[in-house]
């Protein structure tokens, strides 16, 4: 995977986090410009000649940057999975490759080297509020300069060192790579399960003999969003039997594409909004020409608020699966007995109705928007935070319960399409339903 400073998207961040992928750098030539016109800067520079914060007006001495490291190296809670530490060092690399920072150059191709070789830093949980990854990016600096300890298993070759100049102290931290690295995973797994959900969709379709009409493109047509003729597309080319002859079918399936084709956009919107930002020099002061623009680029308040929007989709889609899950219980739609049992008065599938309902729950309270909260912090200086780290993790958090509301609804249209056992526990069923979501649903091929 080539990094240039322009290009990086989601699914790059996911495969260099989760497949491995190495990274090669195409051009360390911006980054040398930013350099080059921060040595010839004069006068008090925030961060690199100045304290930080409440003391930007308070003249420093050489050396105060790593200072300014050691200090800022504290969060609290577990420690971060190595593969999201990971996914942090290749967004930071990658910004740094923008230019902006003004940090020495040589720095870049070490931290290659760390991502290549395995090598995370031990970034806890806690202690980043949306203004800035400077806990985990702290951290980081410090594991450089071989003051904290790598974290790689096994072991393997010498740990990456850098002497980082102190002036550099600030410009690396200056940024939200943790929180973007997150929002960037989050982005890239909610797309395949979004996918994954029309496909479930299509098989509770298949199994209820739901009516086509509201897929048509004439309908599409009539009311243009874009993710709802996407949506309707795909779903019209997936059904395989002729529909009932309803009138109506429940909301669950005539506004399907209206309401999923929604998350959809709004999905487009956050991944977008992410990758500006991935490919963005997030720096303050920004290095560009040969001056320093003191800025508020390193605000999170454009992620936060499309992540939060995505959560608030995500539910609709997840409700409206709970939907479909309910009318599969139905003899009416079904033609089978009650929640799907072998024989009258068994309970069947039922229980499914609880397990998607407790995964919903958790959904609808990981909703919860994050922007509204705010904090004001040293000495009244910093007086506005946007959370889009709460956000970001929160919508990381999304992945395991809507995958389990989406395979409560597999599991019930299948059982749906054939004929349905005794009442046994549906734990096997439910988890093999899991298994084809994560893996991602061929277009359904109902069973006699």
């Known amino acids: 995977m080539v990094l240039d400073g322009a290009g990086l998207t989601c699914a790059q961040v996911h495969a260099a986090t989760y497949d491995e992928a190495?990274?090669?750098?195409?051009?360390?030539?911006?980054?040398?410009?930013?350099?080059?016109?921060?040595?010839?800067?004069?006068?008090?520079?925030?961060?690199?000649?100045?304290?930080?914060?409440?003391?930007?007006?308070?003249?420093?001495?050489?050396?105060?940057?790593?200072?300014?490291?050691?200090?800022?190296?504290?969060?609290?809670?577990?420690?971060?999975?190595?593969?999201?530490?990971?996914?942090?060092?290749?967004?930071?690399?990658?910004?740094?490759l923008a230019g902006g920072s003004g940090v020495d150059p040589a720095l870049l191709p070490v931290l290659a080297d760390a991502i290549n070789g395995g090598f995370t830093p031990p970034i806890r949980t806690y202690g980043a509020i949306g203004t800035g990854d400077l806990t985990a990016l702290s951290t980081t600096a410090l594991c450089l300069l071989g003051e904290l300890p790598w974290r790689r298993e096994p072991p393997a070759g010498p740990d990456p060192r850098f002497d980082l100049d102190p002036a550099d102290a600030l410009p690396f931290i200056s940024s939200g790579a943790a929180t973007l690295a997150d929002a960037a995973i989050a982005c890239h797994r909610l797309r395949a399960l979004f996918e994954t959900a029309?496909?479930?969709?299509?098989?509770?379709?298949?199994?209820?003999?739901?009516?086509?009409?509201?897929?048509?493109?004439?309908?599409?047509?009539?009311?243009?969003?874009?993710?709802?003729?996407?949506?309707?597309?795909?779903?019209?080319?997936?059904?395989?039997?002729?529909?009932?002859?309803?009138?109506?079918?429940?909301?669950?399936?005539?506004?399907?594409?209206?309401?999923?084709?929604?998350?959809?956009?709004?999905?487009?919107?956050?991944?977008?909004?992410?990758e500006i930002d991935l490919n963005s020099a997030t720096e303050n002061p920004l290095i560009a020409g040969s001056l320093a623009w003191h800025n508020g680029n390193f605000h999170g308040a454009p992620v936060a608020l499309a992540l939060d929007a995505l959560r608030a989709a995500l539910v609709q889609t997840a409700q409206l699966s709970t939907v479909r899950l309910a009318t599969l219980m139905d003899p009416a739609y079904t033609g089978r007995h009650p929640f799907l049992a072998d024989r009258p008065g068994a309970s069947g599938a039922l229980i499914l109705e609880y397990v998607a309902q407790d995964a919903l729950a958790e959904l609808r309270h990981l909703a919860t928007p994050a922007t509204t909260g705010t904090a004001t912090l040293s000495r009244g200086t910093e007086d506005h935070a946007s959370f889009a780290t709460q956000a970001a993790r929160q919508a990381l958090r999304c992945l395991e319960p809507l995958e389990i509301v989406l395979a409560c609804e597999h599991a019930a249209a299948t059982?749906?399409?054939?004929?349905?056992?005794?009442?046994?526990?549906?734990?096997?069923?439910?988890?093999?339903?899991?298994?084809?979501?994560?893996?991602?649903?061929?277009p359904p091929t109902p069973a006699p």
């Open 22 to 96: 190495r990274v090669t750098i195409n051009s360390l030539d911006r980054a040398r410009a930013a350099w080059a016109a921060a040595q010839e800067l004069t006068g008090p520079l925030y961060g690199r000649s100045t304290g930080v914060g409440a003391n930007r007006d308070v003249l420093l001495g050489e050396g105060a940057g790593i200072d300014l490291l050691r200090s800022h190296a504290c969060g609290a809670g577990p420690l971060v999975e190595p593969a999201r530490a990971r996914a942090m060092l290749v967004v930071r690399l990658n910004q740094l």
């Open 198 to 274: 029309i496909d479930v969709a299509a098989l509770s379709f298949t199994a209820v003999d739901a009516s086509a009409e509201p897929l048509a493109a004439a309908v599409q047509e009539a009311r243009p969003h874009h993710g709802q003729a996407v949506v309707a597309a795909r779903l019209r080319g997936l059904i395989t039997r002729e529909p009932a002859g309803r009138v109506q079918d429940p909301y669950g399936f005539r506004a399907f594409a209206q309401v999923h084709g929604a998350a959809m956009d709004v999905l487009d919107r956050a991944a977008a909004t992410v």
């Open 415 to 442: 059982r749906a399409l054939r004929t349905p056992g005794p009442d046994r526990p549906l734990t096997d069923e439910l988890e093999e339903s899991r298994q084809t979501i994560s893996r991602g649903l061929a």
